[in-house]
């Protein structure tokens, strides 16, 4: 079988928002997962699920991570040295043989990046993946997908969006009500063993399962840990100009987008079609007149900006995006400086969509921020721009937070951001801490890193919270008993 993904599985990948591959292993090996994973649940009272701990009660998993089908996969999406986030959910839907599919199990959503939110971004920092130890058709509840909505910032309005949604079938179609903006459903029908890779920010969620044997979904999260290389070879044909900006920065040729009036351009960004502005925002650079861009940019930001209800990591203005494909410092460096909060937010996420080094300097000052919002902001923005002349004192900011007593999500925006700092050896004393916090996710991801530096210091810090986090399996798991 061959390993490497195609041209046009990324085409797909960067229009749709996922993409199916199918495992090395035998069919054996996934009926043995399955009963597995049978015997796991079986044994769990009350409904509870083993959640991150899935992988030292089913270590077999680990061959589905390392399949070279899976990794090549990853590789083509998220680059070299990526990281399988330290959260994992095997998702079971109960087999209820009375009930009527195709319907839905859950309300359709976007996930947070894993237990707290983090900024959302059109361009694959992070991925889902979904293993299928089963065969799943359209009625033992398969994972429900809106496809191209990982480009849009909602799935629609009006939408009780607490509540699973009724589905009309039309033919061979799954259609949702006009208040989802992209009212299609794509139902992931695969064979046992496949694994599907969604990008993050793809509304989906799970559908009902009628038949008598229960559906499993083995969850993983994937993070990028460092911006892609330019790569060689065909253009992708891609036309909407969202698509062509993150088939660009994944290092692809792409088409470039024609000069555009600014009236012509300032009527989509201002549309109340959401797919229009969107692809005005990502439209940008190529207006003609860029002054008048760039301030319309800015005037929206003003219009967007988070108050007391919102949550502050995720309502970003979209029209940050299009400020950062601007290729102007200035605009971004006053956000960067204003006394507003929002205004501040604003300004590091555009720094960190431009992977400009320049902001480094701003972006350290802002870690110590009175706000932890604006704190989270500046760290992730770091870790999106990575190295660059003023690395040492990012880590040294960096530093600052793993060693307070601040909440555990601060310390893990940090982590998280040195790993995108490289495997240097002066992180080492920063990880080296945090690998001993007393929050799972905090050392975890320290843990990680560590293991991933070829250091003789970084393995002597790894040794004692390895000890001290070794797993030792129960029999029993697979004699069906109760914990």
């Not at 939408?159 to 699973?164: F, L």
């Not at 870690?367 to 990575?386: C, D, E, T, Y």
Request: hydrophobic share 35%.
């Amino acid at each position: 079988m061959d390993n490497q993904i195609t041209r046009n599985e990324i085409e797909g990948f960067v229009k749709r928002g996922f993409t199916l591959a199918k495992t090395n292993l035998s069919e054996d090996f996934h009926r043995d997962i399955y009963t597995q994973l049978t015997r796991v649940f079986q044994s769990m009272r009350n409904d509870f699920n083993p959640h991150n701990n899935i992988l030292p009660m089913i270590p077999q998993l680990w061959k589905v991570l390392d399949d070279p089908v899976i990794q090549a996969t990853i590789t083509a999406i998220l680059g070299e040295n990526y990281l399988v986030h330290v959260h994992r959910h095997p998702h079971i839907s109960r087999g209820q043989p009375e009930q009527k599919t195709p319907a839905m199990l859950q309300p359709f959503h976007k996930d947070g990046h894993a237990v707290k939110p983090r900024p959302r971004h059109r361009e694959p920092w992070w991925l889902i993946m979904f293993y299928y130890p089963q065969a799943v058709d359209l009625h033992n509840g398969p994972t429900g997908l809106l496809p191209g909505t990982h480009v849009l910032p909602e799935l629609g309005v009006g939408e009780n969006w607490y509540q699973p949604p009724k589905i009309t079938q039309k033919g061979e179609q799954l259609l949702l009500s006009n208040e989802y903006v992209q009212p299609s459903i794509h139902p992931l029908i695969c064979e046992a063993g496949s694994v599907a890779f969604a990008h993050f920010d793809i509304g989906h969620g799970a559908m009902m399962n009628g038949t008598e044997l229960n559906r499993f979904a083995c969850k993983f999260v994937i993070m990028r840990t460092q911006r892609p290389q330019k790569r060689g070879g065909q253009e992708l044909n891609l036309q909407e100009p969202v698509s062509r900006h993150i088939g660009k920065w994944l290092g692809y040729p792409c088409q470039e987008n024609e000069a555009m009036p600014f009236v012509e351009w300032k009527a989509a960004l201002t549309s109340s079609v959401i797919r229009e502005r969107v692809n005005a925002i990502y439209m940008s650079s190529a207006v003609r007149d860029r002054a008048a861009a760039r301030d319309a940019l800015l005037k929206d930001i003003g219009k967007h900006l988070p108050n007391e209800d919102s949550d502050w990591i995720l309502d970003i203005a979209d029209a940050s995006n299009g400020l950062a494909l601007l290729d102007e410092i200035e605009p971004i460096e006053d956000l960067l400086d204003n006394d507003n909060e929002g205004y501040l937010i604003n300004g590091c996420y555009s720094a960190g969509q431009t992977g400009n080094t320049v902001f480094s300097h701003r972006l350290n000052k802002l870690v110590r921020h009175r706000n932890p919002f604006v704190q989270k902001h500046a760290m992730s923005a770091l870790g999106l721009i990575g190295p660059g002349p003023d690395q040492e004192e990012t880590i040294s900011a960096l530093d600052s937070i793993i060693r307070s007593d601040c909440d555990w999500d601060l310390k893990v925006y940090a982590v998280q951001s040195l790993i995108r700092q490289g495997a240097c050896s002066a992180t080492i004393p920063s990880l080296s801490i945090a690998a001993k916090d007393a929050n799972t996710y905090v050392n975890a991801f320290a843990i990680e890193q560590l293991c991933r530096i070829d250091d003789d210091e970084a393995r002597r810090a790894v040794l004692e919270p390895l000890r001290r986090h070794r797993w030792m399996e129960d029999p029993r798991y697979e004699q069906g008993k109760s914990l």
